[in-house]
């Protein structure tokens, strides 16, 4: 099993920046993705940023795209999502996500428990 614990959420005004962590344990085989999603009150779950290949490639949602960057470290299973120029409309519950392998053929998707960002004035 992988545990994933999410932190960094909080009250930010717009223009400001925060930076998200998302720290794996447990039985990791291999990761094969790790992401970040959102969901807005009264909203689906979307994606926001998105690796694979240990960091290799990375795509964003248009509406993030030039503000947001995520980011890993390998070695402690650990990725980040650093918000610049947050907007209201970037307001949601932050989830973290990742896809790991727990040996040769096994793989799973893990859930954090999500973090609140809050962008107002």
């Known amino acids: 099993q992988v545990q994933l614990v999410e932190s960094g959420g909080g009250l930010v005004q717009p223009g400001g920046s925060l930076k998200l962590s998302c720290s794996a344990s447990g039985r990791i085989f291999r990761i094969v993705s790790q992401a970040w999603y959102r969901q807005a009150p009264g909203k689906q779950r979307e994606l926001v940023a998105q690796?694979?290949?240990?960091?290799?490639?990375?795509n964003y949602a248009d509406s993030v795209k030039g503000r947001f960057t995520i980011s890993l470290d390998n070695v402690d299973n650990a990725v980040y999502l650093q918000m610049n120029s947050l907007k209201p409309d970037d307001t949601a519950v932050y989830y973290c996500?990742?896809?790991?392998?727990?040996?040769?053929?096994?793989?799973?998707?893990?859930w954090g428990q999500g973090t609140q960002v809050t962008v107002s004035s």
């Open positions: 690796t694979t290949n240990g960091g290799g490639s990375a």
């Open positions: 996500n990742v896809r790991a392998y727990s040996d040769y053929v096994t793989w799973d998707e893990y």
